[in-house]
């Protein structure tokens, strides 16, 4: 059957099996590749029909040329949610990875102390640990603090993870995934993009939209807004402060004991 027969009104496509789950993950900030497979088909085959449902809601479909879909808001209808500074952070690095030749030789896969190590380029050891940790005192328990940057950039990666920038690995590795190249937008077409790239982000100025309300146009429960995004120039918002603990979940979001919790993208 062709593309055309298979999805020749958008009811067709909302009467796929495989709509549902894939617009609830959309409307959660998913992003959809190749390695999606059934999902990316779907979109591909319906993207017309699609691109005219998610205007409705004031969102628009995007289909980047390196082979990813995802949901940006465009209107008033659906919140505009960014990415807390942490998880910026890590998605920066990942993204500096991603463009790093040497990942390419390994078949695009990490870990997560390549994460670390990378962050530790950019910004210094004690620039990385002050950036997990804003409120923390001149003097401070080097070991403590790094194991707080450790638990912080895990939180961050699982998050990342059911985004769809990444993949996470049975033996723990991390495999990159093509989304990643959206940290890498503001320096595109440059001569050294990531060099360009890391300027960025030790200054914090790249911020990300990644999630939209839900389909009645109610946030999950799981979902709720993340406090400490950064805004438009790249400064930390009226909630931006971790709590004194400086432990967010896997949402980027400080719990009362500071401890992470499991998070649904």
């Given at each position: 059957m062709s593309d055309a027969r298979r999805y020749a009104e958008l009811q067709d496509v909302v009467m796929d099996p495989s709509f549902p789950e894939l617009d609830v993950a959309l409307r959660r900030g998913r992003h959809v590749d190749r390695e999606d497979f059934a999902w990316y088909t779907l979109l591909t085959e319906a993207q017309l029909h699609l691109e005219t449902f998610y205007r409705r809601y004031g969102c628009e479909l995007v289909?980047?040329?390196?082979?990813?879909?995802?949901?940006?808001?465009?209107?008033?209808?659906?919140?505009?949610?960014?990415?807390?500074?942490?998880?910026?952070?890590?998605?920066?690095?990942?993204?500096?990875?991603?463009?790093?030749?040497?990942?390419?030789?390994?078949?695009?896969?990490?870990?997560?102390?390549?994460?670390?190590?990378?962050?530790?380029?950019?910004?210094?050891?004690?620039?990385?640990?002050?950036?997990?940790?804003?409120?923390?005192?001149?003097?401070?328990?080097?070991?403590?603090?790094?194991?707080?940057?450790r638990a912080q950039v895990g939180s961050a990666i699982r998050h990342l993870a059911s985004l769809g920038f990444v993949d996470l690995a049975e033996d723990g590795s991390l495999k990159l995934r093509p989304p990643l190249l959206r940290f890498a937008e503001p320096v595109r077409g440059m001569s050294a993009p990531a060099e360009a790239l890391a300027k960025l982000v030790a200054l914090g100025e790249v911020a990300l939209v990644t999630e939209t309300e839900g389909p009645a146009g109610e946030l999950d429960a799981d979902a709720e807004e993340e406090p400490g995004g950064l805004d438009d120039a790249g400064e930390l918002d009226d909630a931006g402060e971790p709590d004194d603990a400086g432990e967010p979940d896997d949402a980027g979001e400080p719990d009362d004991a500071g401890e992470p919790d499991e998070h649904e993208g």
């Open positions: 289909h980047k040329a390196d082979g990813y879909f995802y949901l940006l808001p465009s209107g008033d209808m659906l919140s505009r949610r960014q990415l807390a500074p942490g998880d910026m952070l890590v998605g920066q690095a990942l993204a500096l990875l991603y463009l790093d030749p040497a990942t390419i030789e390994r078949g695009g896969r990490i870990t997560a102390e390549d994460v670390v190590a990378q962050l530790v380029v950019v910004l210094g050891g004690d620039g990385l640990i002050r950036a997990f940790n804003p409120k923390l005192k001149r003097r401070y328990d080097e070991r403590i603090a790094q194991k707080n940057v």
